[in-house]
């Protein structure tokens, strides 16, 4: 969850303000002025427009890469194409890092779900930079550990809850990813659409439907257009995780 930021401003050609972006991401936060320009300067930036598959699972990894704005959603689908999304990243995250630090295939495919702009490092040098500067490693452990927790809540709340537990946690863990927090409340802009909750959630559309419905006249949620808002975020919180 971020907090609200001044609006994007797009990364030019130019390299101070390439490094500046490049300093805001956290994995790269405690790096020098030399180490940074040189990432910089073997990094490429590239365009998506809403929709375009950026990973395939299966592939073979050969970079990492790192939002610089839009969002992406990670999936994986079965062999009769029904998709179930992981997780959806937005600026400042970063995805791939598994098959290069494993050398095996891609683990989910990466799909835009906005117009998105990213920053890829080839393998080679993201596990030079890794060895080089110890606090990179130790950031994206920290990532990785977060991501970690948050599968686990995923787990427990598709095995162990019923629906409303189940979209709660959705809702939570869009929040977590992608919500700007302002006083307690969490306002996620341009939600997902319903098929794509009801994948993550486990549940049909109509499900989703029915429920965030009856979160809005509990007074938990207000639905804006494409932007939900959690009133009260702690207290959602509490009540179904
Ligand atoms: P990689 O396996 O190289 O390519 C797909 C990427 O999706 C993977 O690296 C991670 O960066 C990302 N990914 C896979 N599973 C998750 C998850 N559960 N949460 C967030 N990101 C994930």
Redesign the pocket.
Known sequence: MTLPSAPHQPLTSDLGEAMEFIRNVPIFNDIETNELTKIVRVGVRKKYKKGSII?L?EET?AA?FVIISGKVK?VRTDDDGREVI??I?GEND???????LDG???????VAITKTELFMIHRRDFLKLMQDVPSVAISLLKELTM?LR??DS?IKSLSLKDAAGRVANVVLQLADDIGTIRKGRVEIDELPLQQDLANMAGTSRETISRVVHMFIKKGHLELQGSKLIINDYEKFKSLFV
């Open positions: 990973l699972e990894g990492l990670i992981l997780s990243l970063f995805f791939g890092e598994m098959s290069i095996l295939s891609r683990s989910a495919s990466v991501r948050k599968a995923q």
